[in-house]
């Protein structure tokens, strides 16, 4: 009889389990579906979604629209209009949006940590209190680099401007080359920066991992991109939108596991420069997939230092609770 009751409750919770997921496929159904436009920028923080592009444009019928883009900026007004639905950016990035929509975008999930590294001939540099005196080529004046290396040298005793000269450029390419060529010295970059620098200049090493140093003096994740969402989007959409959730999820894990075929697909795509780039890059990147609770904590803590550094790094205030989606 024991037997007997065992076999029907296991049935039971088959029973309901395949009830369940009819009804998930339900709500699914292709005719609920919308297409999705998607924005991701090319390097770290669209990394991850390299494996779910590539399924999908082998798809007959997908409901993405990707869009890769080589900066930011040219994901702004389309998240301000609201012709991209879902977009990789930076944090920062993320927070400043929201003020300026007041309150039209939601994060939906962090994809990566730090992927700030500072390369340098100098052997003895092996702190950040060793900049004392140095000069340092550095790219994302007014974003999350320029934030984050202020901070670093601050809790290391150092004034910015005063103590160490900080060079900034453009682009992240324009400072690589001249780093390449031996221009510049000390260069903070971020990957895949970094591995092309290497690989053309062997006198240059990477001397510290800022996502380390950050951890140091604060410790706490040093949170650098993230997914957002139009809320309206959320709000229509959101049995679509978890979906997403979960597939950008497996893309993550995809990339991580699986680095040399992700390597070759992000070559393919133009993401990253090179095959051989990405492949020494990637491990570097700091991909995650953080939601929910755990994002909200790890977000705010890192706004926190921003807006005490400067509140326009993250537009002017700290993001209100309902800019933090909970699936």
Do not use: R
Request: aromatic letters at 6%; glycine letters at 6%.
């Amino acid at each position: 009889m024991k037997k007997k009751g065992i076999l029907l409750f296991l049935a039971l919770v088959m029973m309901s389990t395949v009830l369940f997921v009819g009804c998930g496929q339900k709500k699914l159904a292709e005719e609920d579906m919308v297409t999705m436009h998607v924005a991701a920028l090319k390097g770290p923080t669209g990394v991850g979604l390299a494996h779910l592009m590539q399924t999908e444009q082998a798809k007959e019928k997908s409901f993405y629209q990707f869009t890769l883009a080589g900066a930011p900026d040219e994901i702004v007004s389309n998240v301000a209009n609201g012709s991209i639905d879902i977009a990789a950016v930076p944090t920062n990035l993320a927070a400043t949006l929201y003020q300026k929509t007041a309150g039209k975008v939601q994060m939906i999930a962090i994809n990566t940590y730090g992927t700030l590294y500072l390369l340098a001939k100098d052997d003895t540099i092996t702190s950040m209190a060793d900049l004392k005196g140095k000069t340092i080529g550095a790219t994302g004046q007014g974003a999350n680099p320029e934030y984050i290396l202020n901070d670093l040298l601050v809790k290391n005793g150092l004034q910015p401007g005063i103590d160490v000269t900080i060079q900034y450029y453009t682009e992240h390419a324009e400072l690589a080359a001249l780093a390449a060529a031996g221009k510049v010295d000390i260069a903070m970059l971020p990957e895949p920066n970094v591995t092309a620098v290497l690989q053309k200049n062997a006198d240059l090493k990477i001397v510290l991992d800022l996502t380390k140093e950050w951890k140091k003096v604060n410790d706490q994740d040093l949170v650098m991109g993230c997914f957002i969402v139009s809320k309206q989007f959320a709000a229509d959409h959101k049995e679509q939108l978890d979906l997403f959730l979960e597939e950008a999820k497996k893309s993550i894990a995809y990339a991580q596991k699986n680095v040399d075929d992700t390597a070759k697909i992000c070559a393919q795509l133009g993401m990253i420069p090179s095959e051989e780039v990405a492949k020494a890059a990637i491990p570097n990147c700091n991909l995650v997939f953080v939601t929910g609770k755990n994002m909200q904590k790890a977000a705010e803590s890192y706004f926190a230092i921003l807006n005490e550094a400067n509140p326009q790094s993250i537009g002017g205030a700290m993001p209100d609770a309902d800019f933090y989606y909970q699936p």
